[in-house]
């Protein structure tokens, strides 16, 4: 079986948390209560809570009763409902403390979306979801409304699609095994479109979505290598279907994208190498073969054969 901690190298969040011996369960259900808030101001009870996480309500009840006692969620008596917490709030500031290139990276995103009327966002994984870590709009952006620690659907964003066409097939296999016991009916809109989304990722260095999340909206979306995380980040761009068909998206959103990802990453080399590193550039593909050759990495893997310390713990090993 192996260690621990080579396991979870192996595996990383892929990994079943449904039933594995290693697995601390109440861990994992603590977590899965946090990940129901999705701002400072929600407000949940143990009801609703249930419900998100599909967790009886007495175990809800013990875990946020445990959870309050720590500071992670606050109760309101008042209208017996929990909220997140202050000691939540200053452990993901602490984790953000420090990472200079946040707001040269919201900078970029706000200047390509003054060019383009739509969304322009930095997302990262959770599990089945992505949170945008920033975020900028249009004000010619009707119609489309996220914000920073917005959690959009991974099986139904172009987001999501990007980041599972950058796993490798048999992590992405497992990502969306899971997935469609979690929530099949967005693994019943991913699967189909893994193929092809992985063939048009590694063709033209995005991936393109339409009327998934909404009929009104369409995105593309390039994933960038984190070495330092171990896992892809997404940056995306959302725009109303009716401005923007699925012909006009590669036309005239593709280029900007591409040139969004090719400024971030050069910033990133500059302030920390270690960071964040863009999808490669559309290469030859040759016919009939639609994988990435394990021993032919191109830059969506840059860097991960590089040493890395025996105990450094990756959060997702689905690259290529």
């Given at each position: 079986m192996g260690r621990r901690s080579e396991r979870l190298t192996r595996a990383g969040h892929l990994a079943d948390l449904s039933g594995g011996n290693d697995v601390i369960q109440v861990v994992s259900r603590a977590f899965d209560v946090l990940r129901c808030f999705e701002g400072h101001e929600t407000r949940l009870?143990?009801?609703?809570?249930?419900?998100?996480?599909?967790?009886?309500?007495?175990?809800?009840?013990?875990?946020?009763?445990?959870?309050?006692?720590?500071?992670?969620?606050?109760?309101?008596?008042?209208?017996?409902?929990?909220?997140?917490?202050?000691?939540?709030?200053?452990?993901?500031?602490?984790?953000?403390?420090?990472?200079?290139?946040?707001?040269?990276?919201?900078?970029?995103?706000?200047?390509?979306?003054?060019?383009?009327?739509?969304?322009?966002?930095?997302?990262?994984?959770?599990?089945?979801?992505?949170?945008?870590?920033?975020?900028?709009?249009?004000?010619?952006?009707?119609?489309?409304?996220?914000?920073?620690?917005?959690?959009?659907?991974?099986?139904?964003?172009?987001?999501?699609?990007?980041?599972?066409?950058?796993?490798?097939?048999?992590?992405?296999?497992?990502?969306?095994?899971?997935?469609?016991?979690?929530?099949?009916?967005?693994?019943?809109?991913?699967?189909?479109?893994?193929?092809?989304?992985?063939?048009?990722?590694?063709?033209?260095?995005?991936?393109?979505?339409?009327?998934?999340?909404?009929?009104?909206?369409?995105?593309?979306?390039?994933?960038?290598?984190?070495p330092q995380y171990q896992t892809y980040a997404v940056i995306t761009i959302g725009v109303l279907s009716a401005m923007y068909d699925e012909q006009r998206l590669h036309d005239e959103v593709a280029a900007p994208l591409r040139e969004l990802v090719h400024g971030i990453d050069a910033a990133l080399s500059r302030a920390d190498a270690d960071v964040f590193r863009r999808a490669p550039e559309p290469t030859a593909t040759t016919p009939n073969k639609t994988t990435i050759n394990s021993e032919k990495m191109n830059d969506l893997a840059a860097g991960t054969r590089r040493p890395r310390s025996p105990r450094g713990l990756r959060a997702a090993d689905g690259r290529r």
């Amino acid at each position: 079986m192996g260690r621990r901690s080579e396991r979870l190298t192996r595996a990383g969040h892929l990994a079943d948390l449904s039933g594995g011996n290693d697995v601390i369960q109440v861990v994992s259900r603590a977590f899965d209560v946090l990940r129901c808030f999705e701002g400072h101001e929600t407000r949940l009870g143990n009801l609703e809570i249930s419900n998100r996480c599909g967790l009886p309500r007495s175990t809800v009840s013990r875990l946020t009763h445990t959870l309050t006692r720590m500071g992670q969620l606050i109760y309101l008596p008042h209208d017996q409902k929990y909220r997140i917490g202050p000691s939540a709030v200053a452990m993901s500031t602490s984790m953000m403390r420090g990472w200079q290139v946040r707001d040269f990276i919201r900078d970029q995103l706000r200047d390509v979306a003054a060019g383009i009327p739509g969304t322009v966002g930095f997302v990262i994984p959770d599990r089945f979801e992505l949170v945008y870590l920033e975020y900028a709009r249009s004000a010619a952006a009707l119609g489309l409304h996220s914000g920073v620690g917005t959690r959009i659907a991974m099986g139904r964003t172009a987001a999501g699609h990007a980041y599972v066409a950058a796993l490798d097939e048999p992590s992405a296999n497992a990502l969306v095994t899971e997935m469609e016991r979690e929530c099949p009916e967005d693994a019943k809109v991913l699967r189909p479109r893994m193929e092809a989304n992985r063939r048009h990722l590694q063709e033209k260095g995005y991936v393109v979505t339409c009327g998934l999340w909404s009929p009104h909206i369409n995105g593309i979306a390039i994933p960038i290598w984190s070495p330092q995380y171990q896992t892809y980040a997404v940056i995306t761009i959302g725009v109303l279907s009716a401005m923007y068909d699925e012909q006009r998206l590669h036309d005239e959103v593709a280029a900007p994208l591409r040139e969004l990802v090719h400024g971030i990453d050069a910033a990133l080399s500059r302030a920390d190498a270690d960071v964040f590193r863009r999808a490669p550039e559309p290469t030859a593909t040759t016919p009939n073969k639609t994988t990435i050759n394990s021993e032919k990495m191109n830059d969506l893997a840059a860097g991960t054969r590089r040493p890395r310390s025996p105990r450094g713990l990756r959060a997702a090993d689905g690259r290529r």
